[in-house]
């Protein structure tokens, strides 16, 4: 025993691979490495080998046995006890299954199966049965796809043995051993159901060869789906015929087979697709909870959904802890059972289930590590380092390299095969588990007054034509440091598709101040807790399609009009832009009039630009709930002859508006911040003007407001939605041409100047904006007034948003805000 002990010491301390560092730090172990001549009393079954008539025979050989992975091994239990059976459904008989009996030639010839159509093929796993929820779903979603035929294994009699049958496996082992064995070193009842698994791929085979010589199956057609144990199994039939199409290995087992060879376990060899959903990788012998499923690698394309471990509601610790009390309601004891102890093993069946039949698609990331993944460094889909998880993963080009990242497939219609190796993806914690994925760009600017760094929670509101998503974490590890000047990426997930376009992006960010960290505290005026946002960058990630060369589309936003957002602790700031992409997909329709109209409605845009992607063809424009605040910005357009601006801000009008929009007809401006009668002159040459409507501005609070708009546009025959009768017209001009109305237009002329830029700013009062802690005291002031004359100025005041400063110096409240410096800020704040 001495000298064997020494061997092993010498190896393990001498082992070039333990020098290297290899994937499997245990690979020295493999007893067929092992190139020592001494016996080895722990194989007790070295290069015995048993018969199980027609199906064939089994051996066990030195290359079934791992020092650290496989140190025992026994032969799979008799043919009678294991019953392998095999159940056939297909669109004919979706319930009601068909018994398939490999040396019954009738239960084939008779049956409902069909050459013709693919074969699907289900395995269950240890201590599983086909009665089991998952199974039945399973088959429902493949029959629902189509003309397929779909046969489930039923090996229940080998998948958890029966106690008698464990003792006698115990009695073996332990007469080989050299020291007594405890449960607590390895389960008896894993390794006689892993024996057993062999026993069922040699029927399974059987079955296969049997099909093909009465049915004509093409073994091509074959796809095995195997869960757990059920993946190996699929590995050892297919080993048995050549040729077979795809095996997806859900989880495969790793007690037993996690750093053995490929003859041993599931692995690319098995089949001409072989695909792995990896769920529960975490490993039996490092210092964490252990897993049942394998971490290695072991198909051509190897899936790992969250990093191929821990599943979003699994920990029992935190929300996952819920799933069970419910799960026991809606799903029974069974499916409780699999949620408290086996929820991350049993997530890969759950993922595969959804992505048959469901519309959102599982799209992965070829790239070296999870971590990468998170930090947006492997989210290109060119060169084919992206493929579908699930049902519909695609083959990949084996041995083939792209020759540049910015290829597409030769043929542009198709997308491009993906590239062998690990794959990386998140997804949700209950149905639908499919997220999109996107990937946020910050780049953060750097002025003088800003902190080299400052920590917090940074959260967004997405709003794209398809929808607004809010709440979007964009620090999901929790406080972030973000360095003023650097780039900041992360991939965050949401099951919403926002379709191609995004259109405007809220920003929210919360400073963190830590006591470990002094430089984050931020007291009275210490220092500055402001993030400095220059642009964002949003990605949707999208597989090629047919007709597409870009696999994901970017949508840069920056801060209107400044280089960079200012964005207070508690604060917020809106990104936007109108883009000829968000015009395209805007809503356009037949209105009402018979007009074509266009609906940029509610997208928060700060100004008018890119409407030459309109190419003049439609008639009225919806520009209503956005954030405008001066009316320009449009290119020629000759047949548009109304503007729906209801809701904004608008201070300013064009002076070239006319020569850009000369035929139009109407204006709505409602619920703007048009202040004096002046500002409205630039409408007055719009020759073909006759409907005009200011409720809700201030200017309509104006002293001759009526009889001015009725004097200075003599074709407007609604105002307000109210008519102008000739009468009106008559009396606007008898007072407009007196010398006291001559006055009175003198002065509205004069006052509006004050609102040119650089002209006549110190004869204009300085305006401070109104806090919010005053607008219910003016409210409440106007119920309590004397006089119409001092409603009229406290409504005035309350319209507008802002007082005199005299009057805000007075009560101590307010800031100086001059008009254009506001006009040209890169952000709102609530």
């Given amino acids: 025993m001495w000298k064997y002990v020494s061997a092993l010491l010498t190896l393990g301390l001498t082992s070039p691979a333990v020098k290297g560092g290899p994937l499997d730090p245990f690979s020295w172990a493999r007893a067929d490495k092992l190139s020592i001549d001494v016996n080895l009393p722990w194989l007790p079954f070295e290069n015995e080998t048993r018969c199980f008539g027609e199906i064939g025979c089994l051996n066990i050989t030195r290359e079934w046995y791992h020092l650290i992975h496989r140190p025992f091994n026994v032969f799979p239990l008799p043919r009678n006890i294991i019953n392998t059976r095999f159940y056939l459904y297909t ?81 073996a082992v332990a007469q080989h051993s050299m020291c007594p064995l405890s449960a607590s070193q390895f389960s008896l009842t894993q390794l006689q159901a892993t024996a057993n698994t062999r026993l069922v791929g040699l029927e399974l085979a059987y079955l296969l060869q049997k099909l093909q010589e009465i049915s004509g199956l093409r073994m091509e057609d074959v796809h095995m789906i195997g869960h757990s144990l059920g993946a190996h199994t699929a590995a050892y039939a297919a080993e048995r015929i050549p040729g077979i199409g795809r095996i997806t290995g859900l989880d495969p087992a790793e007690p037993y087979f996690q750093g053995m060879g490929p003859s041993v376990r599931l692995d690319p060899t098995d089949a001409q697709f072989v695909d792995v959903i990896h769920t529960d990788g975490r490993s039996f012998f490092l210092l964490e909870i252990p897993g049942y499923g394998m971490s290695q690698p072991c198909g051509h394309l190897d899936f790992y959904p969250n990093n191929g471990k821990e599943q979003p509601g699994c920990a029992l610790s935190q929300e996952g802890g819920t799933l069970i009390p419910l799960t026991l309601i809606k799903d029974g004891i069974e499916e409780a059972s699999r949620v408290l102890l086996a929820c991350n093993h049993v997530r890969a069946i759950k993922l595969f289930i959804d992505s048959i039949n469901g519309k959102c698609p599982y799209v992965a990331h070829r790239c070296p590590s999870y971590q990468h993944f998170l930090a947006g460094r492997c989210f290109k889909c060119t060169a084919g380092n ?10 990949p080009v084996i041995g083939h390299q792209n020759s540049s990242e910015n290829d597409i497939a030769s043929d542009v219609n198709e997308p491009m095969a993906p590239q062998p190796g690990k794959y990386f993806l998140a997804t949700g914690k209950d149905f639908p588990f499919c997220q999109r994925h996107y990937r946020f760009t910050i780049e953060l600017a750097k002025p003088r007054d800003a902190e080299s ?29 973000l360095e003023h000047g650097t780039t900041y990426q992360v991939v965050v997930t949401n099951p919403h598709d926002l379709g191609d376009r995004i259109r ?17 505290l931020c007291l009275l005026f210490w220092c500055n807790d402001h993030l400095y946002v220059k642009s964002i960058t949003v990605e949707i990630m999208q597989m090629p399609s047919r007709g597409k060369r870009n696999s994901g589309s970017s949508n840069k936003l920056c801060a209107p009009k400044k280089e960079y957002a200012d964005i207070a602790n508690l604060n917020q700031c809106k990104m936007v832009k109108l883009t000829p992409e968000l015009i395209n997909l805007s809503m356009q329709y037949m209105n009402p009039c018979r007009d074509r109209e266009l609906s940029l409605r509610g997208y928060k845009i700060p100004q008018i630009e890119n409407l030459g992607a309109t190419l003049d063809q439609f008639d009225v424009i919806d520009f209503s709930d956005n954030d405008l605040r001066k009316l320009d910005g449009f290119p020629h357009l000759q047949r548009l002859k109304c503007l729906l601006l209801n809701n904004n801000r608008i201070v300013r009008i064009s002076e070239n508006l006319h020569e850009s ?35 809700m501005n201030p200017v309509s609070t104006k002293p001759h407001y009526r009889e001015y708009i009725a004097y200075r546009f003599p074709n407007l025959r609604l105002l307000d939605f109210r008519k102008i009768k000739q009468k009106d017209k008559k009396a606007a001009n008898e007072l407009f041409k ?4 001559k006055e009175i237009h003198k002065e509205i002329t004069k006052r509006a100047k004050t609102f040119v830029p650089g002209a006549g700013l110190a004869d204009k009062a300085k305006l401070t904006r109104i806090p919010n802690a005053n607008v219910q005291a003016i409210r409440e002031a106007i119920k309590n007034a004397t006089s119409l004359q001092e409603v009229e100025k406290l409504t005035r005041m309350l319209q507008s948003g802002q007082i005199p400063e ?9 800031t100086v805000e001059e008009e254009e410096e506001e006009e040209q800020e890169p952000m709102e704040q609530d």
């Avoid at 992206?386 to 083959?395: E, F, K, L, N």
């Fill in 91 to 171: 669109p004919k008989n979706p319930i009601t299954s068909q018994n398939l009996v490999a040396e019954d030639e009738k239960t084939i010839t008779e049956s409902n199966f069909n050459a013709d159509w693919q074969t699907k093929i289900i395995i269950h796993g240890f201590i599983d049965t086909p009665l089991s929820n998952w199974v039945s779903e399973l088959r429902d979603e493949l029959i629902a796809r189509g003309n397929l035929n779909v046969i489930v294994v039923d090996w229940a009699g080998g998948s958890l043995p029966l106690y008698t049958q464990v003792s006698d496996v115990a009695a």
């Fill in 453 to 481: 760094w400052v920590q917090g929670y940074l959260t967004a509101a997405i709003f794209s034509d398809r929808g607004a998503v809010r709440g979007v974490d964009l620090t999901p590890r929790g406080t972030a440091r």
């Fill in 806 to 814: 005299e009057v805000s110096n007075g009560n101590g409240n307010g």
């Fill in 504 to 520: 405007k992006v809220e920003l929210n960010w919360t400073h963190e101040m830590n006591v470990l960290q002094p430089r984050s």
């Fill in 661 to 695: 929009l000369p035929n139009l007809e109407s204006i709505i401006l409602t619920g703007n911040s048009i202040q004096e009668l002046g500002d409205l002159e630039p409408l007055t040459h719009l020759p073909k003007l006759e409907t005009l409507c200011l409720l």
């Fill in 386 to 395: 992206c493929a579908y998880m699930g049902y519909h993963a695609s083959m």
């Fill in 738 to 741: 007196s010398k006291k109305g």
